[in-house]
């Protein structure tokens, strides 16, 4: 099954680069656009900005930017997994935020409180036994228990996503239960794809800081920026890719047991 996650999710995105920037393209671009209009307006941000220094009107330019790329999130991956599922296509210019998307963005952000509601108790305990531990002690133990206890359970959970944005909306509960089995494989198949492109973002990031020397610190910025974006969307496609193989997985799975049954 591992096996089976990695390569749909693989051939998915690669034999259908095409869709990849239709899905992607224009959303993207309006994000291009907009950092660079944050840029331009904040200038260049490092470690010694001083956060206060940033004009109120630069802070909701970065407040537009996100709100953008949060709804940019929830209308790429619904149209991906519409397209991995249902073979719908969308347009060359493809921005479209509706009913659907905004019931999707609400999946998503309850699965993000769903996941931090988790993570605060473990987070909490390993904090107090912190006093009878090294700091890296600890640390690594917080990182172990979420990773290996509670991230494949959520991942499981992340089946709600590909049911809501084929209009086939499933409780948590029951998404959890579809998923068994499946995520242990579904978390490493994300981690497997996406270490590479990870790997390779920050060696040209490395790279680009080495090249840009004596450059303005905006020109380096925008081109990290640029290649960064690139490199998410491969990785963010791949994420949703995954999700999907393992929804069919595991329609299939149930289908399976409800005809032997």
């Given at each position: 099954m591992f096996k089976r996650l990695l390569t749909d999710s693989f051939s998915l995105v690669f034999q259908n680069l095409d869709m990849v920037f239709k899905v992607c393209g224009t959303w993207v671009g309006i994000q291009i656009m907009l950092s660079f209009v944050v840029i331009l307006t904040v200038g260049p941000i490092d470690e010694a900005t001083d956060p206060a220094s940033i004009p109120a009107g630069a802070v909701l330019l970065l407040l537009l930017n996100v709100t953008v790329a949060i709804?940019?999130?929830?209308?790429?991956?619904?149209?991906?997994?519409?397209?991995?599922?249902?073979?719908?296509?969308?347009?060359?210019?493809?921005?479209?935020?509706?009913?659907?998307?905004?019931?999707?963005?609400?999946?998503?952000?309850?699965?993000?409180?769903?996941?931090?509601?988790?993570?605060?108790?473990?987070?909490?305990?390993?904090?107090?036994?912190?006093?009878?531990?090294?700091?890296?002690?600890?640390?690594?133990?917080?990182?172990?228990?979420?990773?290996?206890?509670?991230?494949?359970?959520?991942?499981?959970?992340?089946?709600?996503?590909?049911?809501?944005?084929?209009?086939?909306?499933?409780?948590?509960?029951?998404?959890?239960?579809?998923?068994?089995?499946?995520?242990?494989?579904?978390?490493?198949?994300?981690?497997v794809l996406s270490l590479p492109f990870w790997l390779g973002g920050a060696l040209i990031d490395h790279v680009l800081s080495l090249t840009g020397t004596g450059l303005p610190l905006i020109f380096v910025q925008i081109k990290v920026m640029i290649l960064n974006v690139l490199l998410q969307i491969l990785v963010t496609v791949l994420s949703i890719s995954v999700i999907t193989a393992g929804y069919r997985a595991a329609t299939e799975q149930a289908m399976t047991q409800a005809f032997e049954d």
């Open positions: 709804l940019a999130a929830a209308s790429i991956a619904v149209a991906w997994h519409r397209f991995a599922m249902l073979g719908e296509r969308p347009a060359t210019v493809f921005v479209r935020f509706g009913a659907l998307e905004a019931r999707f963005l609400w999946k998503m952000i309850l699965l993000v409180l769903i996941a931090i509601g988790v993570s605060i108790p473990v987070a909490v305990v390993f904090s107090l036994l912190g006093g009878a531990f090294p700091l890296g002690v600890s640390m690594s133990a917080t990182f172990a228990v979420l990773l290996f206890l509670i991230m494949p359970h959520l991942m499981r959970l992340n089946l709600v996503l590909p049911a809501a944005a084929l209009e086939r909306p499933i409780g948590f509960l029951e998404a959890h239960r579809l998923g068994q089995g499946l995520g242990w494989r579904m978390l490493w198949a994300v981690i």
